[in-house]
Structures are given as structure tokens and as C-alpha cells.
């Protein structure tokens, strides 16, 4: 067999293995088998010995020729493998972004402050502006500012947590509003909304960390008509136009005068039906004309300045607008309740 014909041989062969091969692991021993030291094309050229010398330059020519073609073909075979291989690599990691999968599953607004954002909503709406404060509070801001002294029988009607003889876990957001008086000068028009601590027993009404919202207005001339006026807008605003308001003589040491609010019932808008126990009305906050006293020890002078106060529970609220019959259902977490207010 000449040497031509080997050479033709080898490089057809070669050629072939080279399109059969599917991978790139295929082609590097392609590349050992045809190429490599011990490979088929390079033994060729260990086999020259034995050609004629007058015909080795031409057979080299040939071998090299071979060499070339078949490095071109092997560069541009490793170039498709890679290009299918990407090819088939971008379709395997193809993400359907149409797909219908199932929708996470979201949390909900609970409803103390579905209905606190209503009623916050509400006063900003009639020019108020809301402040927090702290809820471990001094005695000084949470009883003494508010006309109530250490030891005055007024301390039973709230039972407090003393953290120690100076500190208690705040009754009221009242002490917000204390802080306000003595930091600024009237007009005041403030709401107050946190959460506040008594040591009641758990039951359906009374829990011993619950919110209240507090409102606060002093100005020249403010009258117990203003106050009516912003309540009635209040409740207008909560629960329709066609709620009104009642007035009932109360006392709070902090008020005077001080009233305890109704509203029309909500349920049966004021004929009698079981949540307002047949009497039409429900009692639903505290508010009275802010006691000169509390102005004076705030720093504001009451032969100029009035104004009014008042004190709304967020759980009583919340209750009467869902019709919700306990509680502790507002603090248990309980996602079968919650999921209900979506
Ligand atoms: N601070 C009173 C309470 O918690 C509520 C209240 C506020 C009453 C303002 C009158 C005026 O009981």
C-alpha cells in the first residue's frame, strides 16, 4: 500500500470518527488517538524511514496537510458540540414564567388595626396629628400630671403594673398627652394610639394589654360643644350618618366635666336588639373637658386656654364593628380568625 494511501485512509477514518463523536470527552480521545504522540497520523510520520528520500519532502507536504485539515476539522466539531451542548443546556433550564402555580400564602391586616387605621384616619381627616409615647411610663406622667396622687383612692379605679415605686406599665395613653401639654405650646390637636396595661382577669371583655386611642384638643375657647362635634363626626365617619351620639354625667379625675359617650347601636341603629342588651345604645368612651388643674401642672394656663379629652378602646371598637363575641380572640393569633378579615 503506498503511502498516499495510507495517508488518504487515516485522514478518512479520522474524519469519520470525528462526526461520530457526540461529546467533548469524545473528541479529546479523538485527539490521542489521531493526533497524540502514539496517534494514527503521527505514526505516519514515524513510518518515513522506510520511504524513498527523494519522496519524503512530498509525503511530509502530505502528512502536514493532513495534519492541518483534520485540527481544522477537529476545531470546528469541538465548536458545534459546544454550541449544541449550550443549546441544550438553555432549553433544559427554560423557566415557563407563564405557568399557573400556586399563590404564596399572604398574611392579613389585623382588625384592631384595620379599624385603628379608620379611626386614625378619621382624625387626621379633622386636622389632628397622631403621637406616641412610651409604654413602661413614669407615675409622674401616667397618674400625678393627671390630677390622680400617689395614694388618692382615684389610683383603685385603674389596677396598675408598678414595675417599681416610680414606674408603671402605662394604664392609659393619657400620659401622651401630659408629655404633649408640657412640651408645646396650644393650639393642641392630638390622638394618641398604643397599647396599655391593666391587671384584669382574662375574660370575654377585659384582657390585661389592650389599645386605646386618645384624643386631646386645647385652644382659646374650646367648648364641651366641640367635643360633641368631633365625636359625632367620628362616628358618623365609623359607622353612618345616621348615628348619634348620648352624653351620661361621669367622672374621671382628669375631666371635669367628664361624660361617658354612647352611640346609636350599630346592629339594629337604635330599636333594641341584642348587642346593645334592647336599649338602642352602646356605651363605647370616656371624655370630659380637660381639668384646669391637669392644665396648670402642664404648663398651660387655664384662665386662657380650654380644651377636651377623650378615650376610645381599640378591642371594644374593633368588636362592635365585626360583631366579634370574645376578646381574646384579637390576641390568640388564631389564623382561622384572622383569615376572615382578608
Ligand atoms: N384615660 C381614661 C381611661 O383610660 C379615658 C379618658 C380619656 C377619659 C380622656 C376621659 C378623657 O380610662
New binding site residues.
Given amino acids: 500500500m503506498s503511502m498516499q494511501e495510507d495517508i488518504r485512509r487515516i485522514r478518512e477514518e479520522a474524519a469519520q470518527a470525528l462526526a461520530d463523536a457526540g461529546s467533548l470527552n469524545d473528541l479529546a480521545q479523538w485527539r490521542v488517538a489521531v493526533l497524540g504522540k502514539k496517534g494514527s497520523l503521527t505514526g505516519l510520520l514515524r513510518g518515513m524511514g522506510q520511504v524513498d528520500p527523494a519522496l519524503r519532502p512530498q509525503v511530509g507536504q502530505w502528512i502536514n496537510a493532513a495534519r492541518e485539515e483534520l485540527e481544522g476539522q477537529l476545531a470546528r466539531r469541538e465548536d458545534a458540540l459546544k454550541r449544541e451542548a449550550r443549546a441544550h443546556q438553555l432549553m433544559e433550564e427554560t423557566i415557563d414564567v407563564t405557568e399557573p402555580r400556586p399563590l404564596p400564602r399572604v398574611g392579613t391586616q389585623h382588625p384592631n388595626t384595620m379599624v385603628l387605621d379608620q379611626v386614625l384616619d378619621c382624625f387626621i381627616g379633622l386636622g389632628f396629628e397622631v403621637v406616641e409615647g412610651p409604654q413602661v411610663e413614669l407615675d409622674h406622667y401616667n397618674f400625678e400630671l393627671l390630677n390622680i396622687p400617689k395614694n388618692h383612692p382615684a389610683r383603685d379605679?385603674?389596677d396598675t403594673f408598678y414595675v417599681d415605686d416610680n414606674v408603671v406599665l402605662r394604664?392609659?395613653?393619657?400620659p401622651v398627652q401630659a408629655r404633649v401639654m408640657l412640651s408645646r405650646k396650644p393650639p393642641i390637636r392630638i390622638v394618641c394610639p398604643g397599647r396599655?396595661f391593666r391587671a384584669d382577669e382574662v375574660d370575654a371583655t377585659h384582657s390585661p394589654v389592650f389599645h386605646?386611642i386618645?384624643g386631646l384638643v386645647i385652644d382659646r375657647d374650646i367648648t364641651m360643644g366641640d367635643l360633641k362635634g368631633t365625636l359625632d363626626a367620628f362616628a358618623h365617619r365609623l359607622y353612618g350618618a345616621d348615628i348619634q351620639t348620648r352624653f351620661r354625667p361621669s367622672f374621671?379625675p382628669?375631666?371635669e366635666p367628664?361624660a361617658e359617650v354612647d352611640l346609636t347601636c350599630f346592629n339594629c341603629r337604635g330599636t333594641g336588639c341584642r348587642v346593645c342588651k334592647g336599649t338602642g345604645w352602646i356605651e363605647v368612651?370616656?371624655?370630659?373637658m380637660v381639668n384646669p388643674k391637669v392644665l396648670e401642672m402642664c404648663g398651660i394656663d387655664p384662665t386662657v386656654y380650654s380644651g377636651f379629652?377623650?378615650?376610645i378602646g381599640l378591642e371594644r371598637i374593633t368588636m362592635l364593628r365585626y360583631g366579634i363575641p370574645d376578646m381574646r380572640l384579637l390576641f390568640e393569633g388564631d389564623e382561622r380568625f384572622l383569615r376572615q378579615f382578608r
Avoid: N
Wanted: glycine content about 16%.
Fill in positions: 379605679a385603674q394604664t392609659h395613653t393619657s396599655v386605646q386618645e374621671f382628669f375631666t367628664s368612651l370616656g371624655s370630659g379629652a377623650f378615650g
